[in-house]
């Protein structure tokens, strides 16, 4: 038989474990559609004078926001249910000691955001502005070195280093703020040190913070910390085109996505599956996937919430994301889970001698969420710390909370398989964990421990680095082979930071598709306090006979024929030599064609193999084409296949995919320039192809691209008719390519709509601070200003009250100032409201900062006559010199160096807003069934502030961040309906001066 169903009762009982909810699914198409602003060719490393790394001053990576909303008293709560399952089946398996152990990085600060990959040759590793490369003895070959040495003059960091196997690639990647955004470098063949590097950089508009990369078969998935108060509506996902990337194509596109139905009110960390293995799966129906805690505002049951991307890179606009499972996991309060920490914030675990307690990473689905396929299911595996003290009140001990998902085929709904809550021994925390299959469907798990003891430092006190795992049929749920130490910690973290990690990363060997590689930090009382340490080990038994076929060579996607060659990879994962294996292959499930490959194969080695007899492959228009061998004795014949989609192409086809300027958002011209994207989807190379552009439904205009283009290869065409978009508004255009021969009109034709709208233009207030930092004006304070693109648009969040027969005055602070008093600011009013900023609504002109980051005043008042109401109010700040002076006062011009804000002002004639000096008390304000409004208004506070919510022993039970609106005032909203009746304090910061107590009934 062709494939083999010997596992599919036991997936199918184990459903039980979890189920989908039945409810409305919510869809969205792609939100953003955008290419990489540049591909720069890098040179090797090898032979090449490298930077040094320079550690940047300042907190590292700071998180942009607290922890999701916490209801007090709402939630599981007490021992975890699932730890007596663990407990009771710890060490059923004997003891596998790691076969090596390296350093890998030191570091002065924590977190050292420690990652790193195993390919066939080298291991690759970063901390949070460095990279450094070892072979597979741990010896170094290439130093740590500054990351800017593959992103030139960039080395912000929170790096990702990861290995395509399906490629034989190595990526690493790092954010940006200069403007907000991604970097991904892909090494241009598998030698790390030899090869050069494709560098990439992807604008996300908001900052990206804490992102996760994953390997799917159409794209590399992105997953960020961001907009966490709009993330249903702004993009939060991110896809690149990976194929290109390996090419190093420099038109690359990327789509970005929400996160419709999410229930989430603070930082979060979901994860894209990251196929690893042998086989990619089929392109599309990629997940998304994070989980849900009932004690978050909003959740009602512990759950796992998936989101299904299909990407059409042809037409972008078109590629989506849904919900898609929602698993839950706490029927009865079985397998219930308190991932909450001290009410949401992010000091959690004691370290020893009264060290300061560090962060057991809440809120995050730990890094990578691998995904690996099998003959009859898909497997996935994630990972996130829980509470698993006994004591209700006490949130010191960290468990690890597990999950196994399968898929019974691909499209099939995802189900949990199994789930446990792993414990370390002798009561210590366990967290940051990282957890893979392999080939066998074993998993391995590396992860942190430390003591729950804070005065006494023992040897398994302090943070130290282990790994655990179970053979795929161990008792379900389970963890079944004893804690092995990778690393032993001698000291605490000794930063002035409560962070940890922020990731460890544990990755599979593609040799031999079983071993694991596990990066992770420690801490040393000597040299720099932060280790990253590497520890490299095995679950798996020895195996004499398993073979299976790892990939399907040929045909490819072409004008398919009648007498098409199926070649395979075979790979002997066993330990003997294997000779005269059967292997079959079919086409779309219809009967098996089998063969016999002679041989001999070794073990460990792969041999490629084409069956005698042809496929007749021009009937439909795509084919499934599965493949396995049938050994027998073979141990593990889950392993065994491997499929592939492939398509029939037509031999002329030729559409358009997409309207590449004018942009979808901005400040046209007159004469705008249209430019197309025109792709090849037949067999047959096709030149001059006919293209036409209509606006508005209006008289097309025809012209020819005269060059050629390959099968499955796009070009980039300018039309030299221009068209006038000088008005504000929407602008219809429909496009397409009109091939006479063409066999498939369907792709032939799309329309696109743009806007004119008011101009947003970048620029960089990262490298040297320049711009405006902090903003007071009237009743309005903005302080601290973040930098973003450069442009920050706040006509929502602040409204400026002016009486146009008042002065006032503007306060203003920025990061950058010199000699030359090259740093200025200016200031419009659009009085006429035509959103354009001419030179008689210039109200302050090139005024000069001359102090950095200190309050300075300017005069400011408006003409008696002034434009009564609502108008834009923009200001621009930047270096004169650098930007060449002129610059400054072209609102929608963009600048090397500053700023550029928008606000709302309204302009009356009475007095207008309260007292901008007034300071209130901390106000609570009892509602109906237990629900509160905590309220305070402080003109001179920053603009954001910590809330805690403490029981009368002092406990957290609730803590966020909160921001100030434009009248200076905080507002919490705060629902203590689960809570228990007593005495509860409200604290806003720091100061015991914000403290009030309130009851609950």
Not at 246 to 265: C, D, Q
Not at 822 to 845: G, K, M, P, T
């Amino acid at each position: 038989m062709l494939l083999k169903k010997i596992l599919v009762l036991v997936s199918i009982f184990s459903i039980t474990l979890g189920f989908s909810q039945v409810k409305k699914k919510e869809i969205k198409n792609a939100s953003l559609i955008s290419t990489a602003t540049y591909m720069k060719n890098v040179e090797p490393m090898a032979g090449k004078k490298l930077i040094p790394g320079k550690p940047r001053k300042g907190k590292i990576n700071p998180r942009r926001t607290d922890g999701n909303k916490i209801v007090p008293g709402k939630g599981s709560k007490g021992p975890d249910p699932l730890v007596k399952r663990q407990k009771s089946a710890q060490s059923i398996r004997a003891s596998k000691a790691p076969t090596l152990i390296f350093e890998a990085n030191t570091s002065t600060f924590s977190p050292s955001d420690p990652t790193g990959a195993i390919g066939p040759n080298h291991y690759v590793s970063a901390k949070n502005f460095e990279f450094a490369i070892h072979d597979r003895s741990g010896v170094e070959l290439m130093a740590s070195a500054s990351l800017e040495n593959i992103f030139p003059g960039e080395s912000l960091g929170d790096p990702i280093v990861f290995y395509d196997s399906f490629a034989d690639r190595f990526v690493v990647t790092q954010f940006s703020n200069s403007p907000n955004g991604f970097l991904v470098a892909v090494c241009q063949g598998p030698d790390p040190v030899n090869d050069g590097w494709f560098t990439y950089r992807f604008d996300t508009g908001s900052f990206p913070d804490y992102t996760k990369f994953s390997i799917w078969s159409d794209g590399y998935y992105v997953t960020a910390n961001k907009d966490q108060n709009s993330l249903q509506n702004d993009e939060v996902v991110f896809v690149v085109e990976r194929e290109k990337m390996l090419v190093g194509e420099e038109n690359v596109k990327m789509v970005g996505f929400p996160l419709p139905g999410a229930r989430i009110g603070g930082f979060y960390s979901p994860a894209s599956f990251n196929a690893i293995g042998n086989t990619l799966p089929p392109d599309g129906d990629a997940r998304i996937i994070y989980y849900q805690d009932d004690a978050w505002q909003g959740v009602t049951e512990d759950a796992l919430k998936l989101w299904t991307i299909n990407v059409d890179w042809i037409n972008p606009g078109q590629s989506t994301i849904a919900e898609s499972e929602e698993l839950t996991v706490s029927s009865g309060a079985i397998n219930a889970f308190d991932s909450t920490f001290d009410g949401g914030s992010f000091g959690n675990l004691p370290q020893p001698n009264d060290g300061q307690d560090i962060d057991v990473l809440q809120g995050a689905v730990m890094y990578a969420t691998n995904y690996r396929r099998f003959c009859d299911y898909n497997a996935v595996v994630l990972n996130f710390p829980v509470d698993i003290d006994d004591r209700q009140d006490s949130d010191n001990v960290s468990g690890i909370r597990w999950y196994e998902l399968r898929q019974n085929g691909d499209g099939q709904p995802w189900t949990v398989f199994q789930e446990g809550t792993y414990t370390s021994t002798d009561g210590k925390s366990a967290w940051c964990a990282s957890m893979a299959m392999d080939v066998f469907g074993n998993i391995g798990m590396g992860y942190s421990t430390m003591g729950t003891t804070t005065n006494l430092a023992t040897e398994d006190s302090f943070v130290s680095i282990r790994y655990t795992g179970r053979l795929v049929d161990d008792p379900l749920g389970t963890m079944t082979f004893p804690e092995e130490t990778i690393a032993i910690g001698t000291a605490i973290n000794n930063t002035d930071q409560n962070r940890y990690g922020d990731y460890a990363q544990l990755s599979v060997d593609p040799l031999d598709d079983q071993t694991f590689w596990h990066i992770a930090e420690y801490f040393e009382e000597t040299g720099d306090n932060a280790r990253n340490i590497v520890g490299v080990f095995k679950i798996a038994s020895n195996v004499t006979s398993d073979v299976g076929v790892i990939k399907i060579d040929t045909p490819i996607d072409a004008v398919l024929a009648t007498d098409e060659t199926i070649t395979v990879t075979i790979k002997n994962f066993g330990s003997s030599t294997q000779t005269d294996i059967p292997v079959s292959y079919s086409i779309n499930g219809g009967t098996p064609v089998t063969e016999l490959f002679a041989g001999p194969l070794s073990a460990g080695r792969t041999a490629s193999f084409s069956f005698a007899t042809p496929a007749d492959l021009t009937a439909e228009r795509s084919y499934n084409i599965t493949a396995e061998t049938n050994l027998t004795g073979d141990t593990t014949p889950e392993n065994d296949c491997s499929s592939r989609d492939v398509r029939n192409l037509f031999s002329n086809d030729v559409g358009v995919t997409d309207l590449v300027a004018p942009q979808a958002n901005g400040q046209f011209t007159a004469e705008e320039e249209i430019t197309i994207t025109i792709f090849n989807y037949g067999g047959s190379p096709q030149s001059n192809i006919p293209v036409f552009y209509s606006l508005n439904e209006g008289t097309r205009v025809n012209e020819v691209f005269t060059g050629t283009l390959a099968s499955q290869e796009s070009a980039i065409y300018t039309f030299t008719t221009t068209v006038n978009l000088l008005e504000f508004g929407e602008y219809s255009f429909q496009i397409g390519a009109l091939l006479s021969s063409d066999e498939d009109t369907t792709n032939d034709v799309i329309t696109r709509t743009i806007e004119n709208a008011i101009c947003a233009p970048t620029s960089d207030c990262a490298q040297f601070g320049d711009g405006i930092t902090s903003f007071q004006l009237a009743n309005v304070t903005n302080s601290p200003i973040n930098c973003t693109t450069g442009y920050e648009d706040f006509t929502n969040d602040f409204i400026i009250q002016l009486n146009r027969s008042e002065e006032y005055t503007l306060t203003v602070q920025s990061g950058f100032a010199d000699e030359n008093e090259s740093e200025q600011f200016s200031v419009w009013i659009d009085f006429d409201d035509d959103n354009i900023f001419e030179v008689s609504e210039l109200v302050l002109n090139s005024q000069v900062i001359t102090e950095i980051n200190l309050d300075q005043s300017y005069a400011l008042s408006l003409s008696g006559d002034a434009t009564l109401g609502s108008h834009l109010f923009r200001i621009r700040a930047g270096d004169t010199n650098t930007n060449n002076g002129a610059l400054l006062n072209e609102p929608c011009g963009s600048m090397q160096f500053g700023t550029t804000h928008d606000y709302t002002v309204e302009i009356v004639d009475e007095p207008v807003g309260p007292d901008p000096n007034i300071v209130t008390d901390l106000i609570v304000v009892s509602q109906p069934n237990n629900q509160f409004v905590i309220t305070k208004t402080d003109p001179n506070a920053p603009v954001e502030e910590r809330i805690y919510i403490f029981n009368i022993r002092g406990q957290i039970v609730a803590s966020n961040l909160i921001r100030k609106d434009g009248n200076n005032t905080f507002t919490y909203e705060l629902d203590m309906s689960f809570a228990r009746s007593g005495i509860y304090f409200a604290r806003l910061g720091n100061s015991k001066r914000n403290v009030v107590g309130f009851g609950v009934l």
